[in-house]
């Protein structure tokens, strides 16, 4: 979605909305007793996670290197009002359930706990703890309101609420997403050329690998919707001496894309403009690409999506479609509660065929797919770990809620793409003359 691993997310202690600080657990305790009798049972014996509670008990090994912090009967209550992991989500969010250690070993370990309580789970906490625990607790003010509720800004995918979801969430801060995503500013899943391969060399080799399946050479004209801070126009503008033009629904986005395209010296051919990808006029382009658009599509818009860049192509014209994709196309297209409340509000992701079939019958011939997926995952870790080296800043940026949640997001994204519970495809698309020339090499010569 737009998107979403060496590397670790450290996430440091903190009480609820307050400096950071560690509770010593009780030396030697390895027993769960109170409120953690019930947590306990998330734990195996060699779990290197342990559990805290704000009633001093502990489950697990108290020298274990991650610990979870249930810091205040709130928590509870989050875990038992909400389903799943929307509960989980706003304890963490508020601060209520915390975590010392690394962020993403404990997703790791507590696979059970991360994906939030089943019903019988529940009830269990209740016998054992009491009623009071069943007390509602107010979100934090980050969530977006439940999918009922958006139904007042216009239907799902309709031009204002996609442009309301968008700024939710790209607008925050443009200098938090640069301590976040390093100087590439790319937002999406960068391709590692080698095992020793960095980041930025990554997201370097990703648009370089675009614009080579696209064929762009000098002259030409290429289309970028949804390009975010401008990675992928720049890139094309500098490297391959094409004109670009790119199009983002925020206006952060697309304010500090100017300001670079200035610096870079690449204003004379390369733009970005803040609008709807709907709204450009032009046509005839030799490429299009979308990177991490689709997401916020909708699986049910997809067929008019692809008509309308296949619209904007001229005969021999080459569409680059990246996104994260479903492992099969029987899934569900929504995603869950905590992405759809706190991440990417009205984000929907489709299986791989069923991307390819769109394009395929809205006029595009499918030459060529790849999955990334391994590559996203690495890409996870390591905005983790930018955003854990710059965890004090981050937070003066954007406020703590909102940098837990980001931190919460990508690392159990990470975890999600290792598992293959979500994948990233790149599928390549041609438009071809009536008489099917498709103006493509025999094969392909983009290097893999």
């Given at each position: 979605?737009?998107?979403?691993?060496?590397?670790?997310?450290?996430?440091?202690?903190?009480?609820?909305?307050?400096?950071?600080?560690?509770?010593?657990?009780?030396?030697?305790?390895?027993?769960?007793?109170?409120?953690?009798?019930?947590?306990?049972?998330?734990?195996?014996?060699?779990?290197?996670v342990a559990i805290t509670a704000y009633d001093g008990s502990l489950a697990g090994d108290p020298t274990a290197p991650s610990r979870v912090e249930v810091r205040s009967p709130s928590a509870l209550s989050y875990l038992l009002s909400a389903p799943g992991e929307l509960g989980l989500a706003r304890a963490y969010v508020a601060g209520h359930l915390g975590v010392t250690g690394d962020l993403y070993d404990v997703l790791r370990t507590m696979t059970?706990?991360?994906?939030?309580?089943?019903?019988?789970?529940?009830?269990?906490?209740?016998?054992?703890?009491?009623?009071?625990?069943?007390?509602?607790?107010?979100?934090?003010?980050?969530?977006?309101?439940?999918?009922?509720?958006?139904?007042?800004?216009?239907?799902?995918?309709?031009?204002?609420?996609?442009?309301?979801?968008?700024?939710?969430?790209?607008?925050?801060?443009?200098?938090?997403?640069?301590?976040?995503?390093?100087?590439?500013?790319?937002?999406?899943?960068a391709c590692y050329p080698t095992d020793s391969a960095g980041l930025e060399q990554a997201q370097f080799h990703k648009f370089d690998l675009v614009c080579r399946k696209l064929g762009l050479r000098p002259g030409m004209r290429l289309l970028?919707?949804?390009?975010?801070?401008?990675?992928?126009?720049?890139?094309?503008?500098?490297?391959?001496?094409?004109?670009?033009?790119?199009?983002?629904?925020?206006?952060?986005?697309?304010?500090?894309?100017?300001?670079?395209?200035?610096?870079?010296?690449?204003?004379?051919?390369?733009?970005?403009?803040?609008?709807?990808?709907?709204?450009?006029?032009?046509?005839?382009?030799?490429?299009?690409?979308?990177?991490?658009?689709?997401?916020?599509?909708?699986?049910?818009?997809?067929?008019?999506?692809?008509?309308?860049?296949?619209?904007?192509?001229?005969?021999?014209?080459?569409?680059?479609?990246?996104?994260?994709?479903?492992?099969?196309?029987?899934?569900?297209?929504?995603?869950?509660?905590?992405?759809?409340?706190?991440?990417?509000?009205?984000?929907?992701?489709?299986?791989?065929?069923?991307?390819?079939?769109?394009?395929?019958?809205?006029?595009?011939?499918?030459?060529?797919?790849?999955?990334?997926?391994?590559?996203?995952?690495?890409?996870?870790?390591?905005?983790?770990?930018?955003?854990?080296?710059?965890?004090?800043?981050?937070?003066?940026?954007?406020?703590?809620?909102?940098?837990?949640?980001?931190?919460?997001?990508?690392?159990?994204?990470?975890?999600?793409?290792?598992?293959?519970?979500?994948?990233?495809?790149?599928?390549?698309?041609?438009?071809?003359?009536?008489?099917?020339?498709?103006?493509?090499?025999?094969?392909?010569?983009?290097?893999?």
């Open positions: 979605m737009s998107e979403s691993a060496p590397g670790t997310t450290t996430v440091r202690p903190a009480a609820p909305d307050a400096g950071h600080r560690r509770r010593a657990a009780p030396a030697g305790a390895r027993t769960a007793t109170g409120v953690c009798t019930v947590l306990a049972r998330y734990l195996t014996a060699s779990a290197p059970d706990m991360a994906g939030g309580l089943r019903p019988a789970e529940r009830l269990a906490i209740v016998r054992e703890l009491g009623p009071r625990h069943l007390r509602w607790v107010p979100p934090p003010p980050e969530e977006a309101p439940g999918r009922l509720r958006r139904a007042a800004l216009g239907l799902r995918h309709s031009r204002a609420r996609d442009s309301d979801a968008i700024s939710r969430h790209y607008d925050v801060s443009n200098r938090f997403y640069e301590l976040v995503l390093g100087p590439s500013m790319a937002y999406t899943c970028d919707v949804g390009c975010g801070w401008g990675g992928m126009v720049a890139h094309a503008a500098e490297h391959y001496g094409v004109h670009a033009v790119g199009v983002t629904l925020s206006r952060e986005q697309a304010r500090w894309a100017r300001e670079d395209l200035l610096r870079r010296g690449l204003a004379d051919r390369a733009e970005v403009r803040h609008g709807d990808y709907r709204d450009v006029p032009e046509s005839g382009f030799d490429a299009v690409s979308s990177i991490g658009l689709t997401e916020h599509v909708g699986a049910g818009n997809l067929p008019g999506y692809f008509r309308f860049l296949c619209s904007r192509l001229r005969e021999g014209g080459r569409l680059l479609n990246h996104c994260i994709t479903r492992p099969t196309t029987r899934e569900r297209h929504r995603t869950g509660p905590f992405i759809d409340r706190y991440v990417f509000p009205d984000g929907e992701l489709a299986g791989v065929g069923t991307v390819a079939s769109a394009m395929q019958d809205n006029g595009f011939e499918v030459r060529h797919s790849e999955n990334l997926r391994e590559h996203y995952a690495r890409t996870l870790a390591a905005w983790c770990a930018n955003l854990d080296a710059h965890w004090s800043e981050a937070v003066g940026e954007a406020g703590v809620r909102r940098a837990r949640v980001w931190a919460l997001y990508m690392a159990a994204s990470r975890l999600a793409f290792e598992r293959r519970g979500i994948e990233l495809h790149q599928v390549l698309g041609v438009r071809t003359s009536a008489s099917g020339h498709a103006a493509m090499p025999l094969r392909p010569d983009w290097g893999v």
